[in-house]
């Protein structure tokens, strides 16, 4: 598993390895333009060279670019549709450009409209972004499920991605705050295998392509998304520790977006943790070896009787 956290490109794309580098990060995540703002960000060649060549020479094995929080694929409105496209679109081909394991993408949301129609509208907006890039996969994040947001449990994730044709191009990241709120049990390693156990019987294990590791301020199916801090919140350290051991996540990008101290994101020393936390999960799934068993006590010797 590569370990890290979401960090500012700002500055120059370059940056955000310098400031993964800083945090102690295996795996960093970026948005690719302002998340205030429709206006996509394009990279220039020497742009992307820098940032290839600085991802080179550092620790830093993976980069997902994270879509911003504007855009809603499934809105009945076509000039927001139109505008998610054109930044979905960007995203894709920065993604392409930079090498990057996947844009993360909330689907949207149906608001007040009904769901199966929303789906279909999420769909056909992402099926379109799609065909205008090339290689760099899509991944659809579980969301927390207030707001009529999409991708509520993993029977809505698999209707998008049907409804996306099935993409080859599209994974899932999974997030343990959302999927916390959204009522799915992930503190224990039964919890966290009931969870994989479902994804692969609804969407396919090869689907899986990132997470998000954060605690939740709220409790357990509250649907509210607020992220806290690793073992600040109602997942607490154990928590944590099942959702980052479980053996269909190895080998998986995971990113952290915790508010850190004074909001100002995860630090290293939340990165540290989260590996602190991984060890400890990984650990407490080893099977005990069975105590050994205690000699049985010899026989006691059977009493002679004296010849007469």
């Not at 992402?126 to 659809?140: G, K, M, N, V, Y």
């Not at 990165?271 to 005990?288: I, K, Q, S, T, Y």
């Given at each position: 598993?590569?370990?890290?956290a979401?960090v500012?490109p700002?500055?120059g ?6 400031r993964?580098v800083?945090?102690g990060?295996e ?5 690719n ?6 206006r ?6 020497e742009?992307v060279a820098t940032?290839r060549?600085a991802?080179a020479d550092?620790?830093v094995?993976a980069?997902l670019?994270?879509a911003?929080?504007l ?17 979905l ?7 392409d450009?930079?090498?990057?394991t ?7 949301s ?5 769901v199966p129609a929303?789906?279909?509208r999420?769909?056909a907006?992402?099926?379109e ?8 996969p899509?991944h659809l994040?579980?969301?927390a ?18 409804a996306?044709?099935a993409?080859q ?11 916390f ?5 992930v503190r ?8 994989i ?5 609804k ?11 954060n ?6 199916g509250?649907g509210r998304?607020?992220?806290a ?15 980052l051991?479980?053996p269909?996540?190895?080998g998986l ?13 995860a630090?290293a020393?939340e ?11 990984l650990?407490?799934?080893?099977p ?15 009493s002679?009787?004296?010849p007469?």
């Amino acid at each position: 598993m590569l370990i890290g956290a979401h960090v500012s490109p700002a500055g120059g794309l370059a940056k955000a390895i310098e400031r993964g580098v800083q945090r102690g990060c295996e795996a960093i995540q970026i948005f690719n333009q302002s998340p205030r703002a429709w206006r996509p960000t394009v990279y220039r060649e020497e742009d992307v060279a820098t940032f290839r060549a600085a991802m080179a020479d550092s620790p830093v094995g993976a980069v997902l670019i994270h879509a911003v929080y504007l855009l809603n694929c499934a809105s009945s409105d076509r000039d927001i549709r139109a505008k998610t496209l054109a930044s979905l679109r960007n995203s894709l081909r920065a993604g392409d450009a930079i090498g990057a394991t996947g844009v993360v993408l909330h689907p949207g949301s149906a608001l007040t409209g009904a769901v199966p129609a929303a789906i279909k509208r999420a769909g056909a907006t992402i099926r379109e972004a799609l065909a205008d890039s090339e290689r760099c996969p899509l991944h659809l994040e579980d969301t927390a499920g207030a707001g009529g947001t999409l991708g509520r449990s993993i029977d809505e994730l698999a209707a998008l991605i049907d409804a996306c044709g099935a993409d080859q191009r599209i994974g899932l990241c999974l997030d343990s705050c959302h999927l916390f709120a959204s009522g799915y049990d992930v503190r224990t390693p039964a919890g966290v295998d009931a969870l994989i156990a479902e994804v692969d019987a609804k969407v396919g294990l090869g689907r899986l392509g990132s997470l998000h590791c954060n605690d939740s301020q709220t409790p357990l199916g509250s649907g509210r998304d607020r992220h806290a801090n690793l073992g600040e919140g109602e997942l607490g350290e154990d928590g944590i520790a099942a959702f980052l051991a479980a053996p269909a996540f190895d080998g998986l990008a995971c990113v952290l977006e915790t508010p850190g101290e004074e909001r100002g994101g995860a630090s290293a020393e939340e990165v540290a943790l989260a590996r602190a936390l991984r060890e400890r999960g990984l650990a407490a799934r080893v099977p005990r070896r069975r105590a050994r068993r205690a000699p049985a006590p010899a026989p006691a010797p059977r009493s002679r009787r004296k010849p007469r």
